[in-house]
């Protein structure tokens, strides 16, 4: 499993690692070392508290000694308030100096997969591509669920009886979702889906890298079934299984709806998923589907063109 990081602790991650652990405040911050009013304090502050050197080191410990079932309720806790504050951390990538463009319509991160060669296809075969902008995480149910009260769309099938999807996975991928309401959902938003060329070099790169994060076969770094969490996760969960160019989930969490037609009525799949063996993660592997299949495990994200975002 992947582990959950934190790069700063303010009031706001120490309260939820304290919800993720199910602690009173007194018993959490005997956890640590600390009173219970130094915890109060913190979690009132909010952002705009941070510890000292010392105790951010002892929630570092305390982190990393929890359970996996602590660790993935503080990951899913982080990005649900980071959601539920429109703090762009819950796309955000990482590494620094990266430039992110928020779309117009949808609201949803996007970055620029840059104009020029790439290496694709089971064989490496070189290709070449126009510049193009990619969502950096896939459509979360909260973000369908924007799309279905502007247009009326029928909502997913795991939702609610009101057409509302629950609170506990609006950072998760939607599924249920066939073809066409992927194509409905980018329509919608002034973008199209991916063909399975943008897809594959936005998760391997312009070098043709085997996998996002590099050629090491590391189930896990993805959520696909040797992981064994058996159901989506966040969609900025796995930061060590980030693509080149800085795009989540290209492997696992749900298989993705593409733009590209493989037989009459039928459309690319790429990505693989929670359910599916981490062999199949390949982002080169070919597989489809028709237009009108929905699962459990099948999802998707747009692109867009730089015009389109109002960047050239």
């Known amino acids: 499993m992947d582990r959950p990081g934190v790069a700063r602790w303010t009031g706001r991650e120490i309260n939820a690692l304290r919800e993720a652990m199910r602690k009173t405040v007194r018993g959490f911050a005997a956890a640590i070392g600390v009173s219970d009013r130094m915890v109060s304090k913190w979690e009132k502050g909010g952002e705009g508290i941070t510890p000292r050197p010392g105790n951010q080191a002892a929630l570092d410990t305390l982190l990393a000694r929890s359970g ?47 104009e020029g060669l790439y290496l694709g296809g089971p064989d490496n075969t070189p290709g070449w591509l126009p510049a193009y902008f990619i969502d950096i995480c896939p459509v979360t149910n909260a973000d369908y669920f924007r799309f279905t ?10 939702w609610g009886p009101d057409g509302r999807c629950p609170d506990s996975i609006f950072d998760h991928p939607v599924v249920w979702t066939t073809w066409r309401d992927a194509n409905a959902y ?10 399975s060329e943008q897809w594959e070099k936005a998760a391997r790169g312009t070098k043709g890298s085997v996998y996002p994060w590099g050629a090491a076969a590391t189930a896990a770094k993805c959520n696909v079934q040797e992981t064994g969490i ?31 037609a493989s037989k009459a009525g039928r459309r690319a799949l790429k990505g693989s998923s929670f359910t599916s063996p981490f062999a199949l993660a390949d982002p080169a592997a070919f597989n489809d589907a028709f237009e009108t299949m929905s699962d459990n495990d099948t999802g998707f994200r747009c692109v867009t063109t730089p015009l389109d975002l109002g960047l050239r």
């Open 68 to 114: 996996p079932e602590v660790q993935e309720r503080f990951a899913q806790l982080m990005t649900a308030k980071a959601a539920a504050g429109g703090d762009e951390r819950t796309e955000a990538l990482l590494t620094p100096g990266v430039q992110r463009h928020r779309h117009h319509v949808d609201g949803k991160l996007m970055i620029e997969v840059e």
């Open 149 to 158: 009260s502007a247009t009326g769309h029928p909502p997913p099938m795991h």
């Open 186 to 195: 980018a329509t919608w938003a002034g973008k199209t889906l991916p063909t």
């Open 230 to 260: 058996g159901h989506t996760t966040p969609v900025s969960r796995y930061h060590s299984g980030v693509s080149p160019f800085g795009v989540y989930d290209m492997c696992g969490n749900t298989w993705e709806w593409c733009a590209t």
